[in-house]
DNA sequence: ATAACTGTACTAATACAAATAGTACACCAC
DNA sequence: GTGGTGTACTATTTGTATTAGTACAGTTAT
């Protein structure tokens, strides 16, 4: 069972929902480095999309060095995923700073994000509201 | 001169981004309550883009409560915008959450992500860089 | 009343990207 | 060789945004 998601009805193409979910999945170590991923064939079975959305997935991971192919093998995991990880962390904190960025330009005051981030992940530590 | 501002190179929808750009003025102040938009073929002349685009975003904006609109008259800023400010205020503040949230789940320290937002403030704050 | 604006409501055509369908070929393991 | 794999194509379908064009009713100013 692979724990790639897709949902049909998002806005999101179904290839960038893909590679969004195996670059997390690899990022947070879900899926280990040289790790065999589902086959092109089996995934879309799997997911009931076509092959070539699978393809189009894989190749633009490919591309980004999170994973690699063989031919005739499959595809995996890259074996150094370092980089990935800093470019995702970097990613998260850009993210983060951003949202702050706006809210401060529209007058939200500094103590009250701060407030607002220690309450929810309070909550997230504790109860793992989800 | 009108402060709506497109651009055609984007992903988002045009009459999407006229959506957002509106609302965003409206909740900065810089349009005010009962102020007159620009007709629809007015703006569309001025943004080089078709009419029927301006209608649909204006009547996006109408049904969020952003706008309202008088046959024959124009389209008019809502004359009480608190309620569209709350939800923006309420909208940043829970951007800033998921965003937080997303971090922590990667393992990112509290500490770490208060330090980034208040650099990020303080640049922002001082240089007004950008 | 008339002209020139306004919003509104349609239909049709166009453009573009995503996704599907189908085929073909080369590589690897058994 | 058989079966599974990646890869590379082309053609088609689909969905949505956008454009194009038209029409009509209300408002404003003259």
Do not use: C
């Amino acid at each position: 069972m692979s724990r790639i998601m897709v949902d049909l009805r998002s806005r999101k193409p179904i290839f960038e929902q893909i590679v969004d979910s195996v670059r997390d999945l690899v990022v947070r170590g879900l899926l280990k480095p040289d790790e065999h991923l589902p086959s092109v064939r089996v995934l879309a079975a799997e997911l009931a999309i076509n092959p070539n959305t699978i393809q189009k997935a894989y190749g633009e991971l490919e591309r980004q060095g999170v994973i690699y192919s063989l031919a005739g093998r499959g595809n995996f995991v890259a074996s150094d995923i370092s980089s990935v990880k800093d470019a995702h962390r970097a990613e998260l904190m850009n993210a983060l700073k951003k949202s702050a960025l706006e809210a401060a330009e529209y007058g939200i005051a500094e103590d009250e994000m701060i407030n607002g981030i220690k309450d929810v992940l309070r909550e997230h530590k504790g109860g793992n509201i989800k």
